[in-house]
């Protein structure tokens, strides 16, 4: 599998294992780190806890903006990115997004 970070994410006062790695193309340097404890069955109170993180470590050209509802209240976020490598990078670390949290949430389920 991936390197266990050691320590555990607080995610809504929930530990969560997460996984990383860096994800590289032409001249960029994306890290990426998720993790879930998988499907607790409930909503937010006793409910599974997810955790997504992507950071640069060279060259990657990003940004990333809040989204707002009509009373101002944060509802989501857009991620631009320009490059023809953060192209790759990204879709590789989502990839690898996808792969960690599939894995985990089975590893729970069954």
Same mark, same amino acid.
């Given at each position: 599998?991936?390197?266990?970070?050691?320590?555990?994410?607080?995610?809504?006062?929930?530990?969560?294992?997460?996984?990383?790695?860096?994800?590289?193309?032409?001249?960029?340097?994306?890290?990426?780190?998720?993790?879930?404890?998988?499907?607790?069955? *409930?909503? +937010?109170?006793?409910?599974?806890?997810?955790?997504?993180? $992507?950071?640069? !470590?060279?060259?990657?050209?990003?940004? %990333?903006?809040?989204?707002?509802?009509?009373?101002?209240?944060? *509802?989501? +976020?857009?991620?631009?990115?320009?490059?023809?490598?953060? $192209?790759?990078? !990204?879709?590789?670390?989502?990839?690898? %997004?996808?792969?960690?949290?599939?894995?985990?949430?089975?590893?729970?389920?069954?």
């Amino acid at each position: 599998m991936y390197e266990v970070i050691s320590g555990e994410r607080d995610v809504n006062r929930v530990a969560v294992d997460t996984f990383k790695r860096q994800v590289a193309s032409g001249e960029n340097i994306l890290e990426v780190e998720a993790g879930t404890n998988g499907y607790k069955g *409930d909503n +937010f109170g006793h409910a599974s806890r997810t955790y997504i993180r $992507l950071q640069n !470590i060279m060259d990657t050209d990003m940004r %990333v903006k809040e989204t707002h509802d009509s009373d101002g209240n944060v *509802d989501g +976020f857009v991620l631009e990115m320009a490059g023809d490598s953060e $192209l790759t990078t !990204i879709i590789n670390a989502l990839k690898f %997004v996808v792969k960690v949290l599939d894995e985990q949430r089975r590893e729970i389920v069954g």
